[in-house]
């Protein structure tokens, strides 16, 4: 009898998470997530116990390999405002007629129930707690190099810049226009505590 495919946690999780990720919690069904990651039903309850705890999981994966990665690659760059310019642009710049918007998988979460259960709300928190974290990092180190006022509350700027991305994402999944996403970000920049020179 053939063996079952084996595959490393980290494949089962990134194929795991592009399933969520397209048809959100509730619109995944088990079968879905064998036919993506190649495993059987009892294999994935054998690793994962139940489809709560392989989400959690998933956002953990995610946090770590996109939003991450999406923090190291524009928050901290070395112009800051021009790296928060980008990180909001690029939550919608890959939208086309190929590519409908997916938005982020942790605003797409939060609008599920299934941010009710406790280890998915653990991941969710934790996950937007880095985001507010690497925007008040960012809004500081602007502020430092004077591009924002010097009593500018980076903390709280953060906190609004982590409401605005929401709102951009959400309005991206309903408006994929590129040309309306990009004025809704002129908008979230044009608002931040700019130092007139």
């Avoid at 309850?45 to 524009?74: C, G, M, P, T």
């Avoid at 602007?142 to 953060?158: F, H, M, P, S, V």
């Avoid at 309903?174 to 920049?189: C, F, K, N, Q, Y």
């Amino acid at each position: 009898m053939a063996r079952p495919p084996r595959f490393r946690q980290s494949d089962v999780l990134t194929r795991a998470m592009l399933v969520f990720w397209q048809n959100g919690f509730a619109g995944t069904s088990v079968r879905h997530l064998e036919q993506a990651t190649g495993l059987t039903a009892s294999s994935l309850y054998n690793r994962f116990d139940s489809k709560e705890a392989l989400f959690a999981s998933v956002l953990d994966h995610y946090i770590a390999k996109v939003v991450q990665w999406r923090i190291d690659r524009y928050l901290r760059a070395e112009d800051a405002l021009a790296g928060l310019r980008r990180f909001f642009d690029s939550t919608y710049d890959y939208i086309s007629e190929q590519r409908p918007p997916m938005a982020c998988l942790l605003a797409n979460t939060a609008l599920e129930k299934s941010a009710t259960d406790l280890a998915v709300r653990a991941q969710l928190d934790r996950g937007l707690a880095l985001l507010e974290d690497a925007f008040a990092d960012c809004l500081q180190r602007a502020a430092q190099a004077g591009q924002l006022r010097a009593d500018c509350d980076c903390r709280r700027w953060a906190r609004h810049l982590l409401l605005c991305l929401q709102g951009v994402l959400v309005d991206s999944t309903i408006h994929p226009d590129h040309a309306r996403l990009s004025e809704l970000v002129d908008g979230v920049m044009a608002a931040l505590p700019i130092q007139k020179h």
